[in-house]
């Protein structure tokens, strides 16, 4: 067992990119049976705090830099459940950048720091999700460099897009300098509202410069109820939540395809 490593990304905030990080690790693990780690990239630690509260974790006492800081990730892996574990993230990460810069010379050094420390790990898992700021800077380099795919998340609006048209172009950028092997898993789109013209557009924009292959088939409808696990934690009590857990399976049941044709087209070169 080999993890298969995907950051979620765009470099616009607000997208949705955390909901998805979380929603799909924990559809993975608790429905699929799947072994999953989720890291978390992001000095807010909202995927963190949705983790824990749908999980009734009240206290967390090492987080991703204390790992960074120790050179091992091992000993901040925060388990969920039986199948779920988090490496969380807390403020005190917003000083990343500095502690690349005081302990590492190179460029290369600073950006693969999450993949060493991330590669003696795999071997106990089958996916890895990692979430990110939606920012160029030292964390979205270190996912970057760590993962094997990326699932781009398109918020239909404008700028959304030219976020996520930037990121194609970043990670061509970041394979051309330090030669990483990432490629795009595709583009999930996700819904201010549905059936509105502005998301319709969006999506059809989309398809266009990505091409229809790349473009997930499922959205990510405007849905209330992710609202309020913010507020309760990730619920499964009524049909409202089932509804909402149903799209997070379909979407995790297109990844699939759309890995096992990578692992497909890898094997047939």
């Known amino acids: 067992m080999t993890a298969k490593t995907i950051v979620v990304g765009n470099f616009k905030g607000g997208v949705g990119k955390t909901k998805v990080s979380v929603m799909t ?6 429905v699929h049976n799947k072994k999953v780690l989720l890291v978390d990239m992001d000095p807010q630690g909202n995927a963190s705090t949705l983790i824990a509260r749908s999980a009734g ?11 960074f800081q120790e050179g091992n990730l091992e000993n901040v892996i925060l388990k969920v459940n039986e199948n779920l574990d988090l490496i969380p993230a807390a403020v005190s990460f917003k000083n990343f950048s500095k502690f690349l810069y005081q302990n590492f010379k190179t460029d290369l050094e600073q950006i693969t720091l999450l993949k060493r420390l991330l590669d003696p790990l795999k071997e106990n898992y089958d996916y890895i999700f ?3 700021p939606p920012t160029i800077s030292d964390y979205s380099d ?10 781009i998340i398109l918020q239909a609006q404008e700028l959304s897009l030219e976020g996520a048209e930037t990121y194609v172009s970043y990670l061509q950028f970041m394979h051309d300098e330090y030669e990483a092997e990432i490629q795009v898993l595709g583009v999930l789109p996700v819904l201010l509202r549905a059936g509105g013209r502005v998301d319709q557009t969006t999506v059809e924009r989309a398809t266009e410069l990505f091409g229809e292959d790349n ?3 499922n959205v990510i409808k405007h849905l209330e109820r992710l609202k309020a696990w913010d507020v309760t934690g990730i619920k499964n009590d009524d049909h409202h939540d089932r509804k909402a857990h149903q799209t997070f399976l379909d979407v995790v049941d ?4 759309k890995l096992a044709r990578f692992e497909e087209e890898e094997t047939n070169v």
């Open 25 to 30: 690790s924990w559809e993975y693990a608790n």
């Open 57 to 67: 974790i009240t206290e967390i006492n090492k987080t991703i830099f204390d790992g």
């Open 130 to 132: 990692i979430d990110v």
């Open 142 to 151: 270190n996912a970057m460099m760590a993962s094997d795919y990326v699932l």
């Open 215 to 217: 473009v997930f088939s």
């Open 254 to 257: 297109e990844m699939e395809e």
